[in-house]
C-alpha cells in the first residue's frame, strides 16, 4: 500500500515538473511580470494591455524578495519586467545589475526625468504622498510641516505603522536629506516621544486609532483613504473620521515616493516587456491607477479621482529620488537608534 | 507530531561504529546535506558580507530583537502549556458533560494560521469590534479615550493569540501521554494514598516532561518562524528583525547574520532539550491497561471542567473561524466564488500532497537505515535531516534561492555543452522548488513520527525475519512498513496542513500564474484588505480540518 502510493506520488511529481519545469518556454507573444504591487490591483491594467496587444501576462507576485529571486536565476531567469513600490528598490535592482536600460521616446515622455533613472535603468509609474491623516473633530490645523510634528503639544497624540516599513524609512530618509543626520536624529526622537501607542499595524490602522479617539492625527498614505471611502463600506467610518493634510518639509514640499519598473537584463521577451512598460505610463492605464487605487499619476494632465481632488493640490518635496534612496539604509538605522519601534517612553 | 516522542529512546542497543560506507549512509548522507544546504547559504551570505552593520547590529537590533522574541516564546510557552495541559488533563483523566465533543474539537486551532488568527482578532477586540461596541453601548462611553480596554496590538495581545492557536501541539501530546499512562499512574500513586491531583504533580507531570518538551519545542519554532503575525501586532522578534535588515537596509548580508543567532538560539534551545531529557524516558504503559476509576464530574464540578475546556476552543477556534466564515459568506454573496480560487485550491493540495509523500518516504528510508544499520553517524545524520523545521521560512528562501539557481546554471552548462538549446530554468520557479522547500522544513515531523512509531516495534522482529532468510528491503517494506501505517498516516496529515499554511516559501519559489490559497490570501492581506482573502483562508482552514478529523480518530484508537 505504502509503496503503491510513493510510487504514484512520484509519477505525478514527475508529470507535474514536466508541466512547470519551463516557464520560459511559454508561448509566443507573453511577456513575464515580476511584481511586488498587488495583484487585485494590478489585474485591469494588465487585462486591458492584453486585451489591447493580444499579449498574454504571466506574473508572479511577491512583495518582497523578487530581486533576489532574479539575481540568483541570473541568465535562465524568465522575467521580463519587474514592477514595485519603493525608489529605494528600484535603486538596488540597478546595483544589484539586474536590471537594462530601456530607451523608448514614449516612455521618456511620459515620465518627467525626476521620476526616472538618469541612464535609464527604472521609471516611475506613480507616486504615492505620504501625507497627515488628522483628526476632523480634534484637530484644527490647516497646514503642517513635518518639522511641526516633533513639536511637544502633539505629546501622546500621534500614530503610525512600523517605523521600518518602506513608507517610513523613505520619508525619515528624506527628512534626513533636508535636515541633515543629527537633526534628523533630534527630529524622530520627539516625534517618537509624541506617539500615541507602540508603531504597529497598517496605514489604515492609523485611520482607525484616530476615529477611536487613540490618537488624533497619524502618517497613511493617500490611497488609502480613497480605498476605505469608496469601496470598503465597514471601514467608511474609519476614513470619514479624518482629514488629509498635505505636510511639507519646512521650505519644501511633500514627500512622495513612487512605484515603478525596471526591464530585466536578460529579459526573454524584451520587445514585449517595453511593450508592456509603455502601457504603463499610457493615458489609459494612468487613468486606472488613478482611479482603482487612488494614487497620483506620474504622466502629467491625468485627471485625479474627485476623492484625492477633494484633497487639495499636492506639491512634492524636490528632494532628488536618488538622494532617498541613498540615505534609506541611514534612515532604517536611525528607527533602531532612536528605539522608534519601542514606541513613546521607552 | 509528538504523540509517540520519547519513546524512540526505548528500544535498547547502543550505536555502533564501522567503516564501510553502505547505500544506507549514502541515502543519509545525501538527505542530510539536502537539509543543510540552505543554512550553509545563509551562512555564507553572512559570513560573506562586511561585518561593519555588526557595530549597529549588535547595538542596537539584537538587544531589543532578543528581549521581544525571548519574551514572546516565553509567554506563548506557558500559557500554551497551562491550556495544552490542563485541557489534557481533564480530558484524559475525568468524564464530564460534552468531553468527547471537546477534546475533538480542541485540537481545530492548529488548521488556523497564526496570521489569520491575529487579523481576527484585531478586528474583534479593536475599537471598532463587536466587544468594545457593546462595551460602549453599555456604559455610554463616546470614545476610547474613556475607557480603559486591553491593547490587543501588543505584547500580552501577541502572547494570547499565538498560544490560542499554538497550544494544541502541548493538548495532543499531553493528552496522549496522560491517557497512555496517566491513569495508570495515577491508580497507582491513588493506592498509595495521593490525592489525584498531588498526583498529577509528583508523578505523572515529571513522567511526560518529554513529550511536553517536545511540543513546546515545536510552539517555540512556530512563534519564531511567524512573521505576518508578529509584524501586525507590532512585536519586533528576530525573525522581524531578519526580515527588516533585508529589506529596509538592503541588507542581504545583514539579514543572514541576524538569522544564523536565531538559528544558533534554535541549535542552543534544541540541544538543550536534548541534553536535560537524556536520561528521563517516557516509559509506555502495558496496552490495554483500564483504568480502575475514570472519576465521573458531575453537577457545578462538570459543568466547570465542561466551561474550562469550551474556552480554548472557543478563543483558538470558534471566534476566528466564525469571523471568517462571516466575511467569506459576504464575499461569496457578492462575488461568487472566483475561478481563480478554485485552482488555487488545486494547487495547494498539488503541492501539499507531493510534499507530503515525499517526506514520507524520505523519512521511512532515513528511519530504516537508522535501525538496520545501528550506525552512529546515520543517528546523527537523521538529527541534522531533522533541523530544516528549526529554519524560518523566510531564512530557507534566502538560503534556497542562491542554490537552486546554482543547480540550473549547472544544468544549462551541461545542455548547452551537449550542444542542446538552453533549457532555462529548471529547478528554480517550479513545483518542484516548492516541493523541495516543504521537504526541507517539513522532514523532521515526519522522521520523529516514524522513527518514534518504528521503535515500538520489538527488534525481535527484525532478528527472527533474518534468521527466516528475509532480507532487509521486504523486512522494510512488507513487515515494518505495513506496521507503521497509522503512524505514517498521523505524521502525513501534520504535514499536509503545515504544507497548506507556508507561506514565505511558496510565496518567492512559485512558478508564474501559480497561486496556492495561502498566496491569494497574502495578495488581498498585503494590501491590507485582508477580508477580501476570507474565501481563500476559510478554504485553507477546511483543507486542513478534514485531516484534522481523522487524525482525532486514530488518536482515540
Known amino acids: 500500500m505504502l509503496i503503491d502510493l510513493r510510487r504514484k506520488g512520484f509519477m505525478s511529481a514527475l508529470f507535474a515538473s514536466a508541466a512547470f519545469a519551463f516557464p520560459s518556454l511559454a508561448q509566443a507573444q507573453s511577456v513575464n511580470l515580476y511584481t511586488a504591487r498587488e495583484p487585485a490591483l494590478i489585474k485591469p491594467v494588465i487585462e486591458a494591455f492584453a486585451k489591447e496587444t493580444g499579449i498574454k501576462v504571466n506574473v508572479v507576485f511577491a512583495q518582497n524578495g523578487l530581486e533576489e529571486r532574479i539575481a540568483a536565476e541570473g541568465v535562465n531567469s524568465p522575467a521580463d519586467l519587474l514592477m514595485t513600490v519603493d525608489v529605494s528598490k528600484l535603486v538596488q535592482a540597478a546595483e544589484m545589475g539586474i536590471t537594462q536600460k530601456i530607451s523608448s521616446p514614449v516612455i521618456e515622455a511620459a515620465v518627467p526625468p525626476a521620476y526616472r533613472d538618469a541612464d535609464g535603468q527604472w521609471f516611475a509609474s506613480t507616486l504615492r504622498a505620504r501625507v497627515i491623516y488628522a483628526s476632523k473633530d480634534r484637530v484644527k490645523d490647516q497646514t503642517i510641516t513635518y518639522e511641526e ?53 497598517g496605514d489604515r490602522d492609523v485611520a482607525k486609532d484616530i476615529a477611536s479617539g487613540q490618537c488624533d492625527i497619524g502618517f497613511g498614505n493617500t490611497y488609502y483613504i480613497g480605498l476605505m471611502l469608496n469601496r470598503e463600506p465597514e471601514r467608511k467610518p474609519w476614513a470619514e473620521a479624518v482629514r488629509v493634510i498635505y505636510p511639507t518639509f519646512a521650505g519644501g514640499g511633500t514627500h512622495v515616493n513612487i512605484s515603478g519598473f525596471a526591464l530585466a537584463k536578460h529579459a526573454p521577451n524584451r520587445a514585449e516587456a517595453i511593450k508592456l512598460a509603455e502601457w504603463l505610463v499610457s493615458d489609459q492605464a494612468q487613468g486606472l491607477y488613478a482611479r482603482q487605487n487612488y494614487e497620483h499619476p506620474v504622466r502629467a494632465g491625468i485627471p485625479l479621482d474627485p476623492t484625492v481632488e477633494a484633497f487639495g493640490t499636492m506639491t512634492p518635496d524636490s528632494t532628488p529620488l536618488v538622494d532617498i534612496a541613498k540615505n534609506r539604509r541611514a534612515a532604517s538605522e536611525m528607527v533602531d537608534r532612536v528605539g522608534f519601534n519601542n514606541g513613546p517612553g521607552a | 507530531m509528538t504523540i509517540a516522542t520519547g519513546q524512540r529512546r526505548e528500544t535498547g542497543g547502543a550505536f555502533r561504529w564501522s567503516a564501510r560506507f553502505t547505500a544506507w549512509d549514502a541515502a543519509a548522507a545525501a538527505v542530510a546535506g539536502l537539509v543543510l544546504l540552505p543554512i550553509l547559504v545563509v551562512a555564507a551570505i553572512g559570513l560573506g558580507g562586511s561585518l561593519d552593520l555588526a557595530g549597529h547590529t549588535t547595538r542596537y537590533i539584537l538587544p531589543a530583537a532578543l528581549l521581544e522574541t525571548g519574551l514572546l516564546v516565553m509567554g506563548v510557552v506557558a500559557l500554551s502549556v497551562l491550556i495544552g ?149 507590532g512585536i519586533n522578534t528576530l525573525t522581524v528583525a531578519v526580515y527588516a535588515t533585508w529589506l529596509s537596509k538592503g541588507d542581504l548580508a ?145 538560503g534556497l534561492l542562491p542554490a537552486l539557481g ?152
Open chain 2, 406 to 557: 546554482f543547480v540550473d546554471w549547472l544544468a544549462n552548462g551541461l545542455i548547452i555543452a551537449l550542444g542542446l538549446p538552453r533549457a532555462g530554468l529548471i529547478l528554480s520557479g517550479s513545483i518542484a522548488a516548492i516541493v523541495l522547500a516543504y521537504t526541507i522544513r517539513f522532514l523532521a515531523i515526519g522522521l520523529e513520527q516514524v522513527e518514534a512509531g518504528l521503535a515500538t516495534i520489538s527488534r525481535n522482529t527484525d532478528f527472527a525475519a533474518h534468521t527466516l532468510g528475509c532480507p532487509e528491503r521486504p523486512l522494510a517494506w512488507r513487515i515494518l512498513a505495513p506496521a507503521l501505517k497509522p503512524v505514517a498516516a498521523g505524521a502525513a496529515i501534520l504535514i499536509f496542513v503545515d504544507c497548506l499554511k507556508e507561506l514565505p516559501a511558496t510565496l518567492l519559489l512559485r512558478p508564474l500564474n501559480f497561486e496556492t490559497l495561502a498566496t491569494q490570501l497574502y495578495g488581498h492581506a498585503s494590501r491590507g484588505s485582508f477580508e477580501d482573502g476570507a474565501v481563500a483562508a476559510l478554504l485553507i482552514v477546511l483543507a486542513g480540518l478534514a485531516p484534522l478529523v481523522i487524525l482525532n480518530r486514530m488518536m482515540q484508537r
Open chain 2, 85 to 233: 495541559v490542563g485541557a489534557g488533563w481533564l480530558v484524559a483523566i475525568y468524564r464530564f458533560p460534552g468531553r468527547d465533543v471537546l477534546g475533538w474539537a480542541l485540537i481545530l486551532p492548529f488548521a488556523i494560521p497564526t496570521y489569520i488568527s491575529a487579523y481576527a482578532y484585531v478586528e474583534a477586540l479593536d475599537y471598532f469590534g463587536p466587544v468594545q461596541g457593546l462595551l460602549r453601548l453599555g456604559f455610554g462611553f463616546a470614545s476610547r479615550r474613556d475607557y480603559w480596554f486591553p491593547e490587543i496590538r501588543s505584547m500580552p495581545g501577541a502572547i494570547v493569540v499565538y498560544a490560542l492557536v499554538l497550544y494544541p501541539y502541548i493538548y495532543i501530546a499531553s493528552r496522549a501521554a496522560f491517557s497512555l499512562q496517566g491513569a495508570q499512574m495515577i491508580d497507582a500513586a491513588r493506592s498509595l494514598g495521593c490525592s489525584r491531583l498531588s498526583a498529577l504533580r509528583r508523578v505523572v507531570l515529571p513522567a511526560v516532561i518529554p513529550m511536553l518538551a517536545a511540543g513546546a519545542t515545536l510552539v517555540v519554532l512556530e512563534t519564531l518562524n511567524d512573521i505576518g503575525a508578529s509584524q501586525y501586532l
Open chain 2, 254 to 398: 545583514g539579514a543572514s547574520q541576524i538569522a544564523l543567532v536565531t538559528l544558533a538560539a534554535i541549535f542552543a534551545l534544541l540541544w538543550l532539550e536534548r541534553r536535560a531529557l537524556r536520561n528521563r524516558q517516557t516509559r509506555i504503559a502495558s496496552r490495554g491497561y483500564r483504568p480502575v476509576s475514570a472519576p465521573r464530574l458531575s453537577g457545578w464540578r462538570g459543568i466547570g471542567a465542561m466551561l474550562a475546556v469550551s474556552l480554548p476552543v472557543l478563543l483558538g477556534f470558534v471566534l476566528p473561524f466564525g469571523s471568517l466564515l462571516q466575511h467569506a459568506i459576504r464575499q461569496l454573496a457578492n462575488d461568487g466564488l472566483a475561478q481563480d480560487l478554485i485552482q488555487a485550491l488545486g494547487n495547494s493540495l498539488l503541492a501539499a500532497t507531493l510534499a507530503t509523500l515525499v517526506v514520507l518516504g524520505l523519512a521511512l528510508l532515513l528511519a530504516f537505515a537508522g535501525r538496520f544499520t545501528r550506525l552512529q553517524r546515520i543517528r546523527t545524520a537523521n538529527r541534522l535531516a531533522g533541523l530544516g523545521y528549526a529554519l524560518p521560512g523566510t531564512v530557507l528562501v534566502i
Open chain 1, 149 to 201: 510634528l516633533a513639536d511637544p503639544k502633539w505629546r501622546g497624540r500621534i500614530c503610525i505603522r512600523d517605523g521600518q516599513n518602506a513608507y517610513n524609512t523613505s520619508l525619515f530618509a528624506a527628512g534626513i536629506a533636508r535636515m541633515g543626520q543629527p537633526k534628523a536624529d533630534e527630529w524622530l526622537k520627539s516625534v517618537k516621544a509624541n506617539l500615541a501607542k507602540k508603531p504597529s499595524g
